[in-house]
């Protein structure tokens, strides 16, 4: 039986990966501080194969059971959390990312870094395939994630070519689903909480922006299907459906049945106009594709709230 580390994986992506890790007979060990995850993610997974260690990424990690493959999610992932955590950021993704690697070294075990389309910065190509490098922002304000993943992909890379670990990198686009949090600020959580409470949906600008929005499980089954290859290369996963947000925030409303009103806000800075995946490659290399409709991923996310009022 495999085994395989998910660092960060008491988060919402990460707690979503161990389940789906453990569905399919691997063993996991799920390694987080807890800064943005929380214990009640992974509470329902206890059991033999799964073992939980309460550690901070960025200091020395040493483990003494084999590795087959090491899965590193660990980063503050959402702008309310790496505006607040500006230098932990940077360190788990340059400290941290070296600790994950150097992990993945010693037990000879496939690495895939959970990378990220902000990566692209403002998409001056659009969609964005893999062969786009990117405009980023570096002192701007969310230069510290951006900067953060495109270290962690040059570090991924060199460990690859100068060390000959087995590595992937996966760069993630929007995704949504069960166990986001409420107050994380991403749009679909604040969407969610603001329509279950009759409140006023807040979109940012004029709400003409777009963004692609992928369901949870599509997501874990792309990065499952590239750990299990053997690519080295960048690959985008992501919902290539591209919706304004102002599309979005409708979406919402029908599928919650409010009676909540759409109001505006002043855009945050930085913020990208368009995103939209190139997935082509993910299509031909894993045979990947979004099944999960954007309706039917908000039905899916609105059901597992009301499973879990705590988590609403
Ligand atoms: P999340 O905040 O829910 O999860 C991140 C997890 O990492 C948390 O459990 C947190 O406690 C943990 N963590 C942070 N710093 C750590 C450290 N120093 N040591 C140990 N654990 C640490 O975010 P998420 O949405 O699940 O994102 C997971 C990964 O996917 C991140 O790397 C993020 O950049 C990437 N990603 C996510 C999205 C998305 O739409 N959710 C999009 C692009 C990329």
């Given at each position: 039986?495999?085994?395989?580390?998910?660092?960060g994986?008491a988060g919402f992506?990460?707690?979503?990966?161990?389940?789906?890790?453990?569905?399919?007979?691997?063993?996991?060990?799920?390694?987080d501080?807890l800064e943005t995850g929380s214990?009640?993610?992974?509470?329902?997974?206890?059991?033999?194969?799964?073992?939980?260690?309460?550690?901070?990424?960025?200091?020395?990690?040493?483990?003494?059971?084999?590795?087959?493959?090491?899965?590193?999610?660990?980063s503050p992932a959402s702008?309310?959390d790496?505006?607040?955590l500006?230098?932990?950021?940077?360190?788990?993704?340059?400290?941290?990312?070296?600790?994950?690697?150097?992990?993945?070294?010693?037990?000879?075990?496939?690495?895939?870094?959970?990378?990220?389309?902000?990566?692209?910065?403002?998409?001056?190509?659009?969609?964005?395939?893999?062969?786009?490098?990117?405009?980023?922002?570096?002192?701007?304000?969310?230069?510290?994630?951006?900067?953060?993943?495109?270290?962690?992909?040059?570090?991924?890379?060199?460990?690859?070519?100068?060390?000959?670990?087995?590595?992937?990198?996966?760069?993630?686009?929007?995704?949504?689903?069960?166990?986001?949090r409420?107050?994380d600020?991403?749009?679909?959580?604040?969407?969610?909480?603001?329509?279950?409470?009759?409140?006023?949906?807040?979109?940012?600008?004029?709400?003409?922006?777009?963004?692609?929005?992928?369901?949870?499980?599509?997501?874990?089954?792309?990065?499952?299907?590239?750990?299990?290859?053997?690519?080295?290369?960048?690959?985008?996963?992501?919902?290539?459906?591209?919706?304004?947000?102002?599309?979005?925030?409708?979406?919402?409303?029908?599928?919650?049945?409010?009676?909540?009103?759409?109001?505006?806000?002043?855009?945050?800075?930085?913020?990208?106009?368009?995103?939209?995946?190139?997935?082509?490659?993910?299509?031909?290399?894993?045979?990947?594709?979004?099944?999960?409709?954007?309706?039917?991923?908000?039905?899916?996310?609105?059901?597992?709230?009301?499973?879990?009022?705590?988590?609403?």
């Open positions: 039986m495999p085994t395989s580390l998910v660092t994986g992506l990460g707690s979503h990966l161990c389940e789906a890790l453990l569905e399919k007979g691997q063993r996991v060990i799920c390694l501080n214990l009640a993610n992974i509470e329902h997974l206890r059991s033999e194969a799964f073992a939980f260690l309460p550690r901070d990424l960025t200091v020395h990690v040493d483990l003494a059971e084999q590795l087959d493959f090491v899965y590193h999610l660990a702008p309310i790496y505006l607040r500006p230098l932990q950021t940077l360190k788990v993704g340059s400290h941290g990312t070296h600790n994950a690697l150097g992990l993945a070294k010693v037990h000879r075990a496939r690495f895939l870094l959970a990378s990220t389309s902000e990566v692209y910065g403002d998409p001056q190509v659009h969609p964005q395939p893999e062969t786009y490098w990117g405009h980023v922002n570096p002192i701007g304000p969310r230069g510290v994630y951006d900067e953060a993943k495109r270290y962690a992909e040059a570090l991924t890379m060199a460990y690859h070519r100068q060390q000959g670990v087995d590595t992937a990198i996966v760069r993630i686009f929007n995704t949504f689903g069960g166990r986001m409420p107050h600020g991403r749009a679909i959580p604040t969407f969610m909480r603001q329509a279950l409470e009759q409140k006023s949906l807040t979109v940012f600008g004029d709400g003409s922006q777009t963004r692609s929005f992928c369901y949870v499980d599509d997501l874990i089954r792309g990065l499952i299907l590239l750990a299990e290859s053997g690519e080295h290369m960048p690959v985008n996963i992501g919902n290539p459906d591209e919706k304004t947000l102002l599309e979005l925030a409708e979406t919402v409303i029908a599928v919650t049945a409010t009676s909540s009103q759409i109001v505006f806000e002043a855009l945050p800075v930085d913020d990208p106009q368009v995103r939209q995946p190139d997935i082509t490659r993910a299509r031909q290399l894993l045979g990947w594709e979004p099944e999960v409709s954007l309706e039917d991923g908000l039905r899916r996310t609105l059901a597992s709230l009301a499973g879990d009022p705590a988590r609403a």
